[in-house]
């Protein structure tokens, strides 16, 4: 992998112009030059890795309930193009699968976000670490929830793989609570950044810093300047061109 200063993360892939973590909003990305991507994976009710970020399929297509009541086969009958129906026509829910044969060959790098916070679904940590290993993308890969005792569970696994811990609210002592933990990675919410002295502690553990959801230039050029690792939004042709007006491209 290519050793970038402040990688351009696509948030669930290009969807700030196309529909939130389908393969077109993934495929999107890359043609635009995104040098990471960030989706998150439920598990079916048959026990399928799927791509969509919220439990409940209401938001982002046009049928309704929770995915771990769905079957696949039954998943797929839904229109996951969001609000860009007229622009992109139907689209059908992703695995992580094949996410996998989209990306395994490219150099970027991967964040699976594990939405375990709400439903605990059993064994979601195994299954996508064998996806993982399955496409040798091991190096390519950052594992982060908000469930934090789900990374937990993919570090019992493999205490190798590099992972993040999310959050969206100050915890004390981060730097510590996260370095403590054996985790690599913080994942805030850029809003939360806004602090020398906590990005001081962060930096003082040693930890890389991945921050979200980041869709406007001057809040780019922050944290550029606070010299974040990742930079994760949902324009990542507008972090591009920050990135290259910079010259750090």
Known sequence: MKDLKCRNYAHRGFSGEYPENTMIAFEK???VGCE???MDVHL????????????LIDRTSDGKGFVKDYTYEELTKFDFSYTFKDKVGFCRIPTLE?????????DIIINIELKTGIIPYQGIEQAVYDMIQKYDMHDKVVISSFGHASVMKM???DPTIKCGFLTETGILNVGEYIKSHGVECYHPLFAMLNNPE???DIRSHGLEINTWTVNEVPY???LIDLGVEGIIGNY???TKEVLERRGLR
């Open 98 to 106: 094949e996410f996998m044969e989209l990306v395994h060959d490219k």
């Open 220 to 222: 780019i050029e922050m």
């Open 29 to 31: 990305a890359i043609e």
């Open 155 to 157: 570090k019992e696994i």
């Open 44 to 55: 079916t009710k048959d026990g399928r890795i799927v791509i969509i970020h919220d439990e």
């Open 36 to 38: 990471g991507i960030e």
């Open 198 to 200: 906590l990005v001081a």
């Open 236 to 238: 990542p042709n507008l």
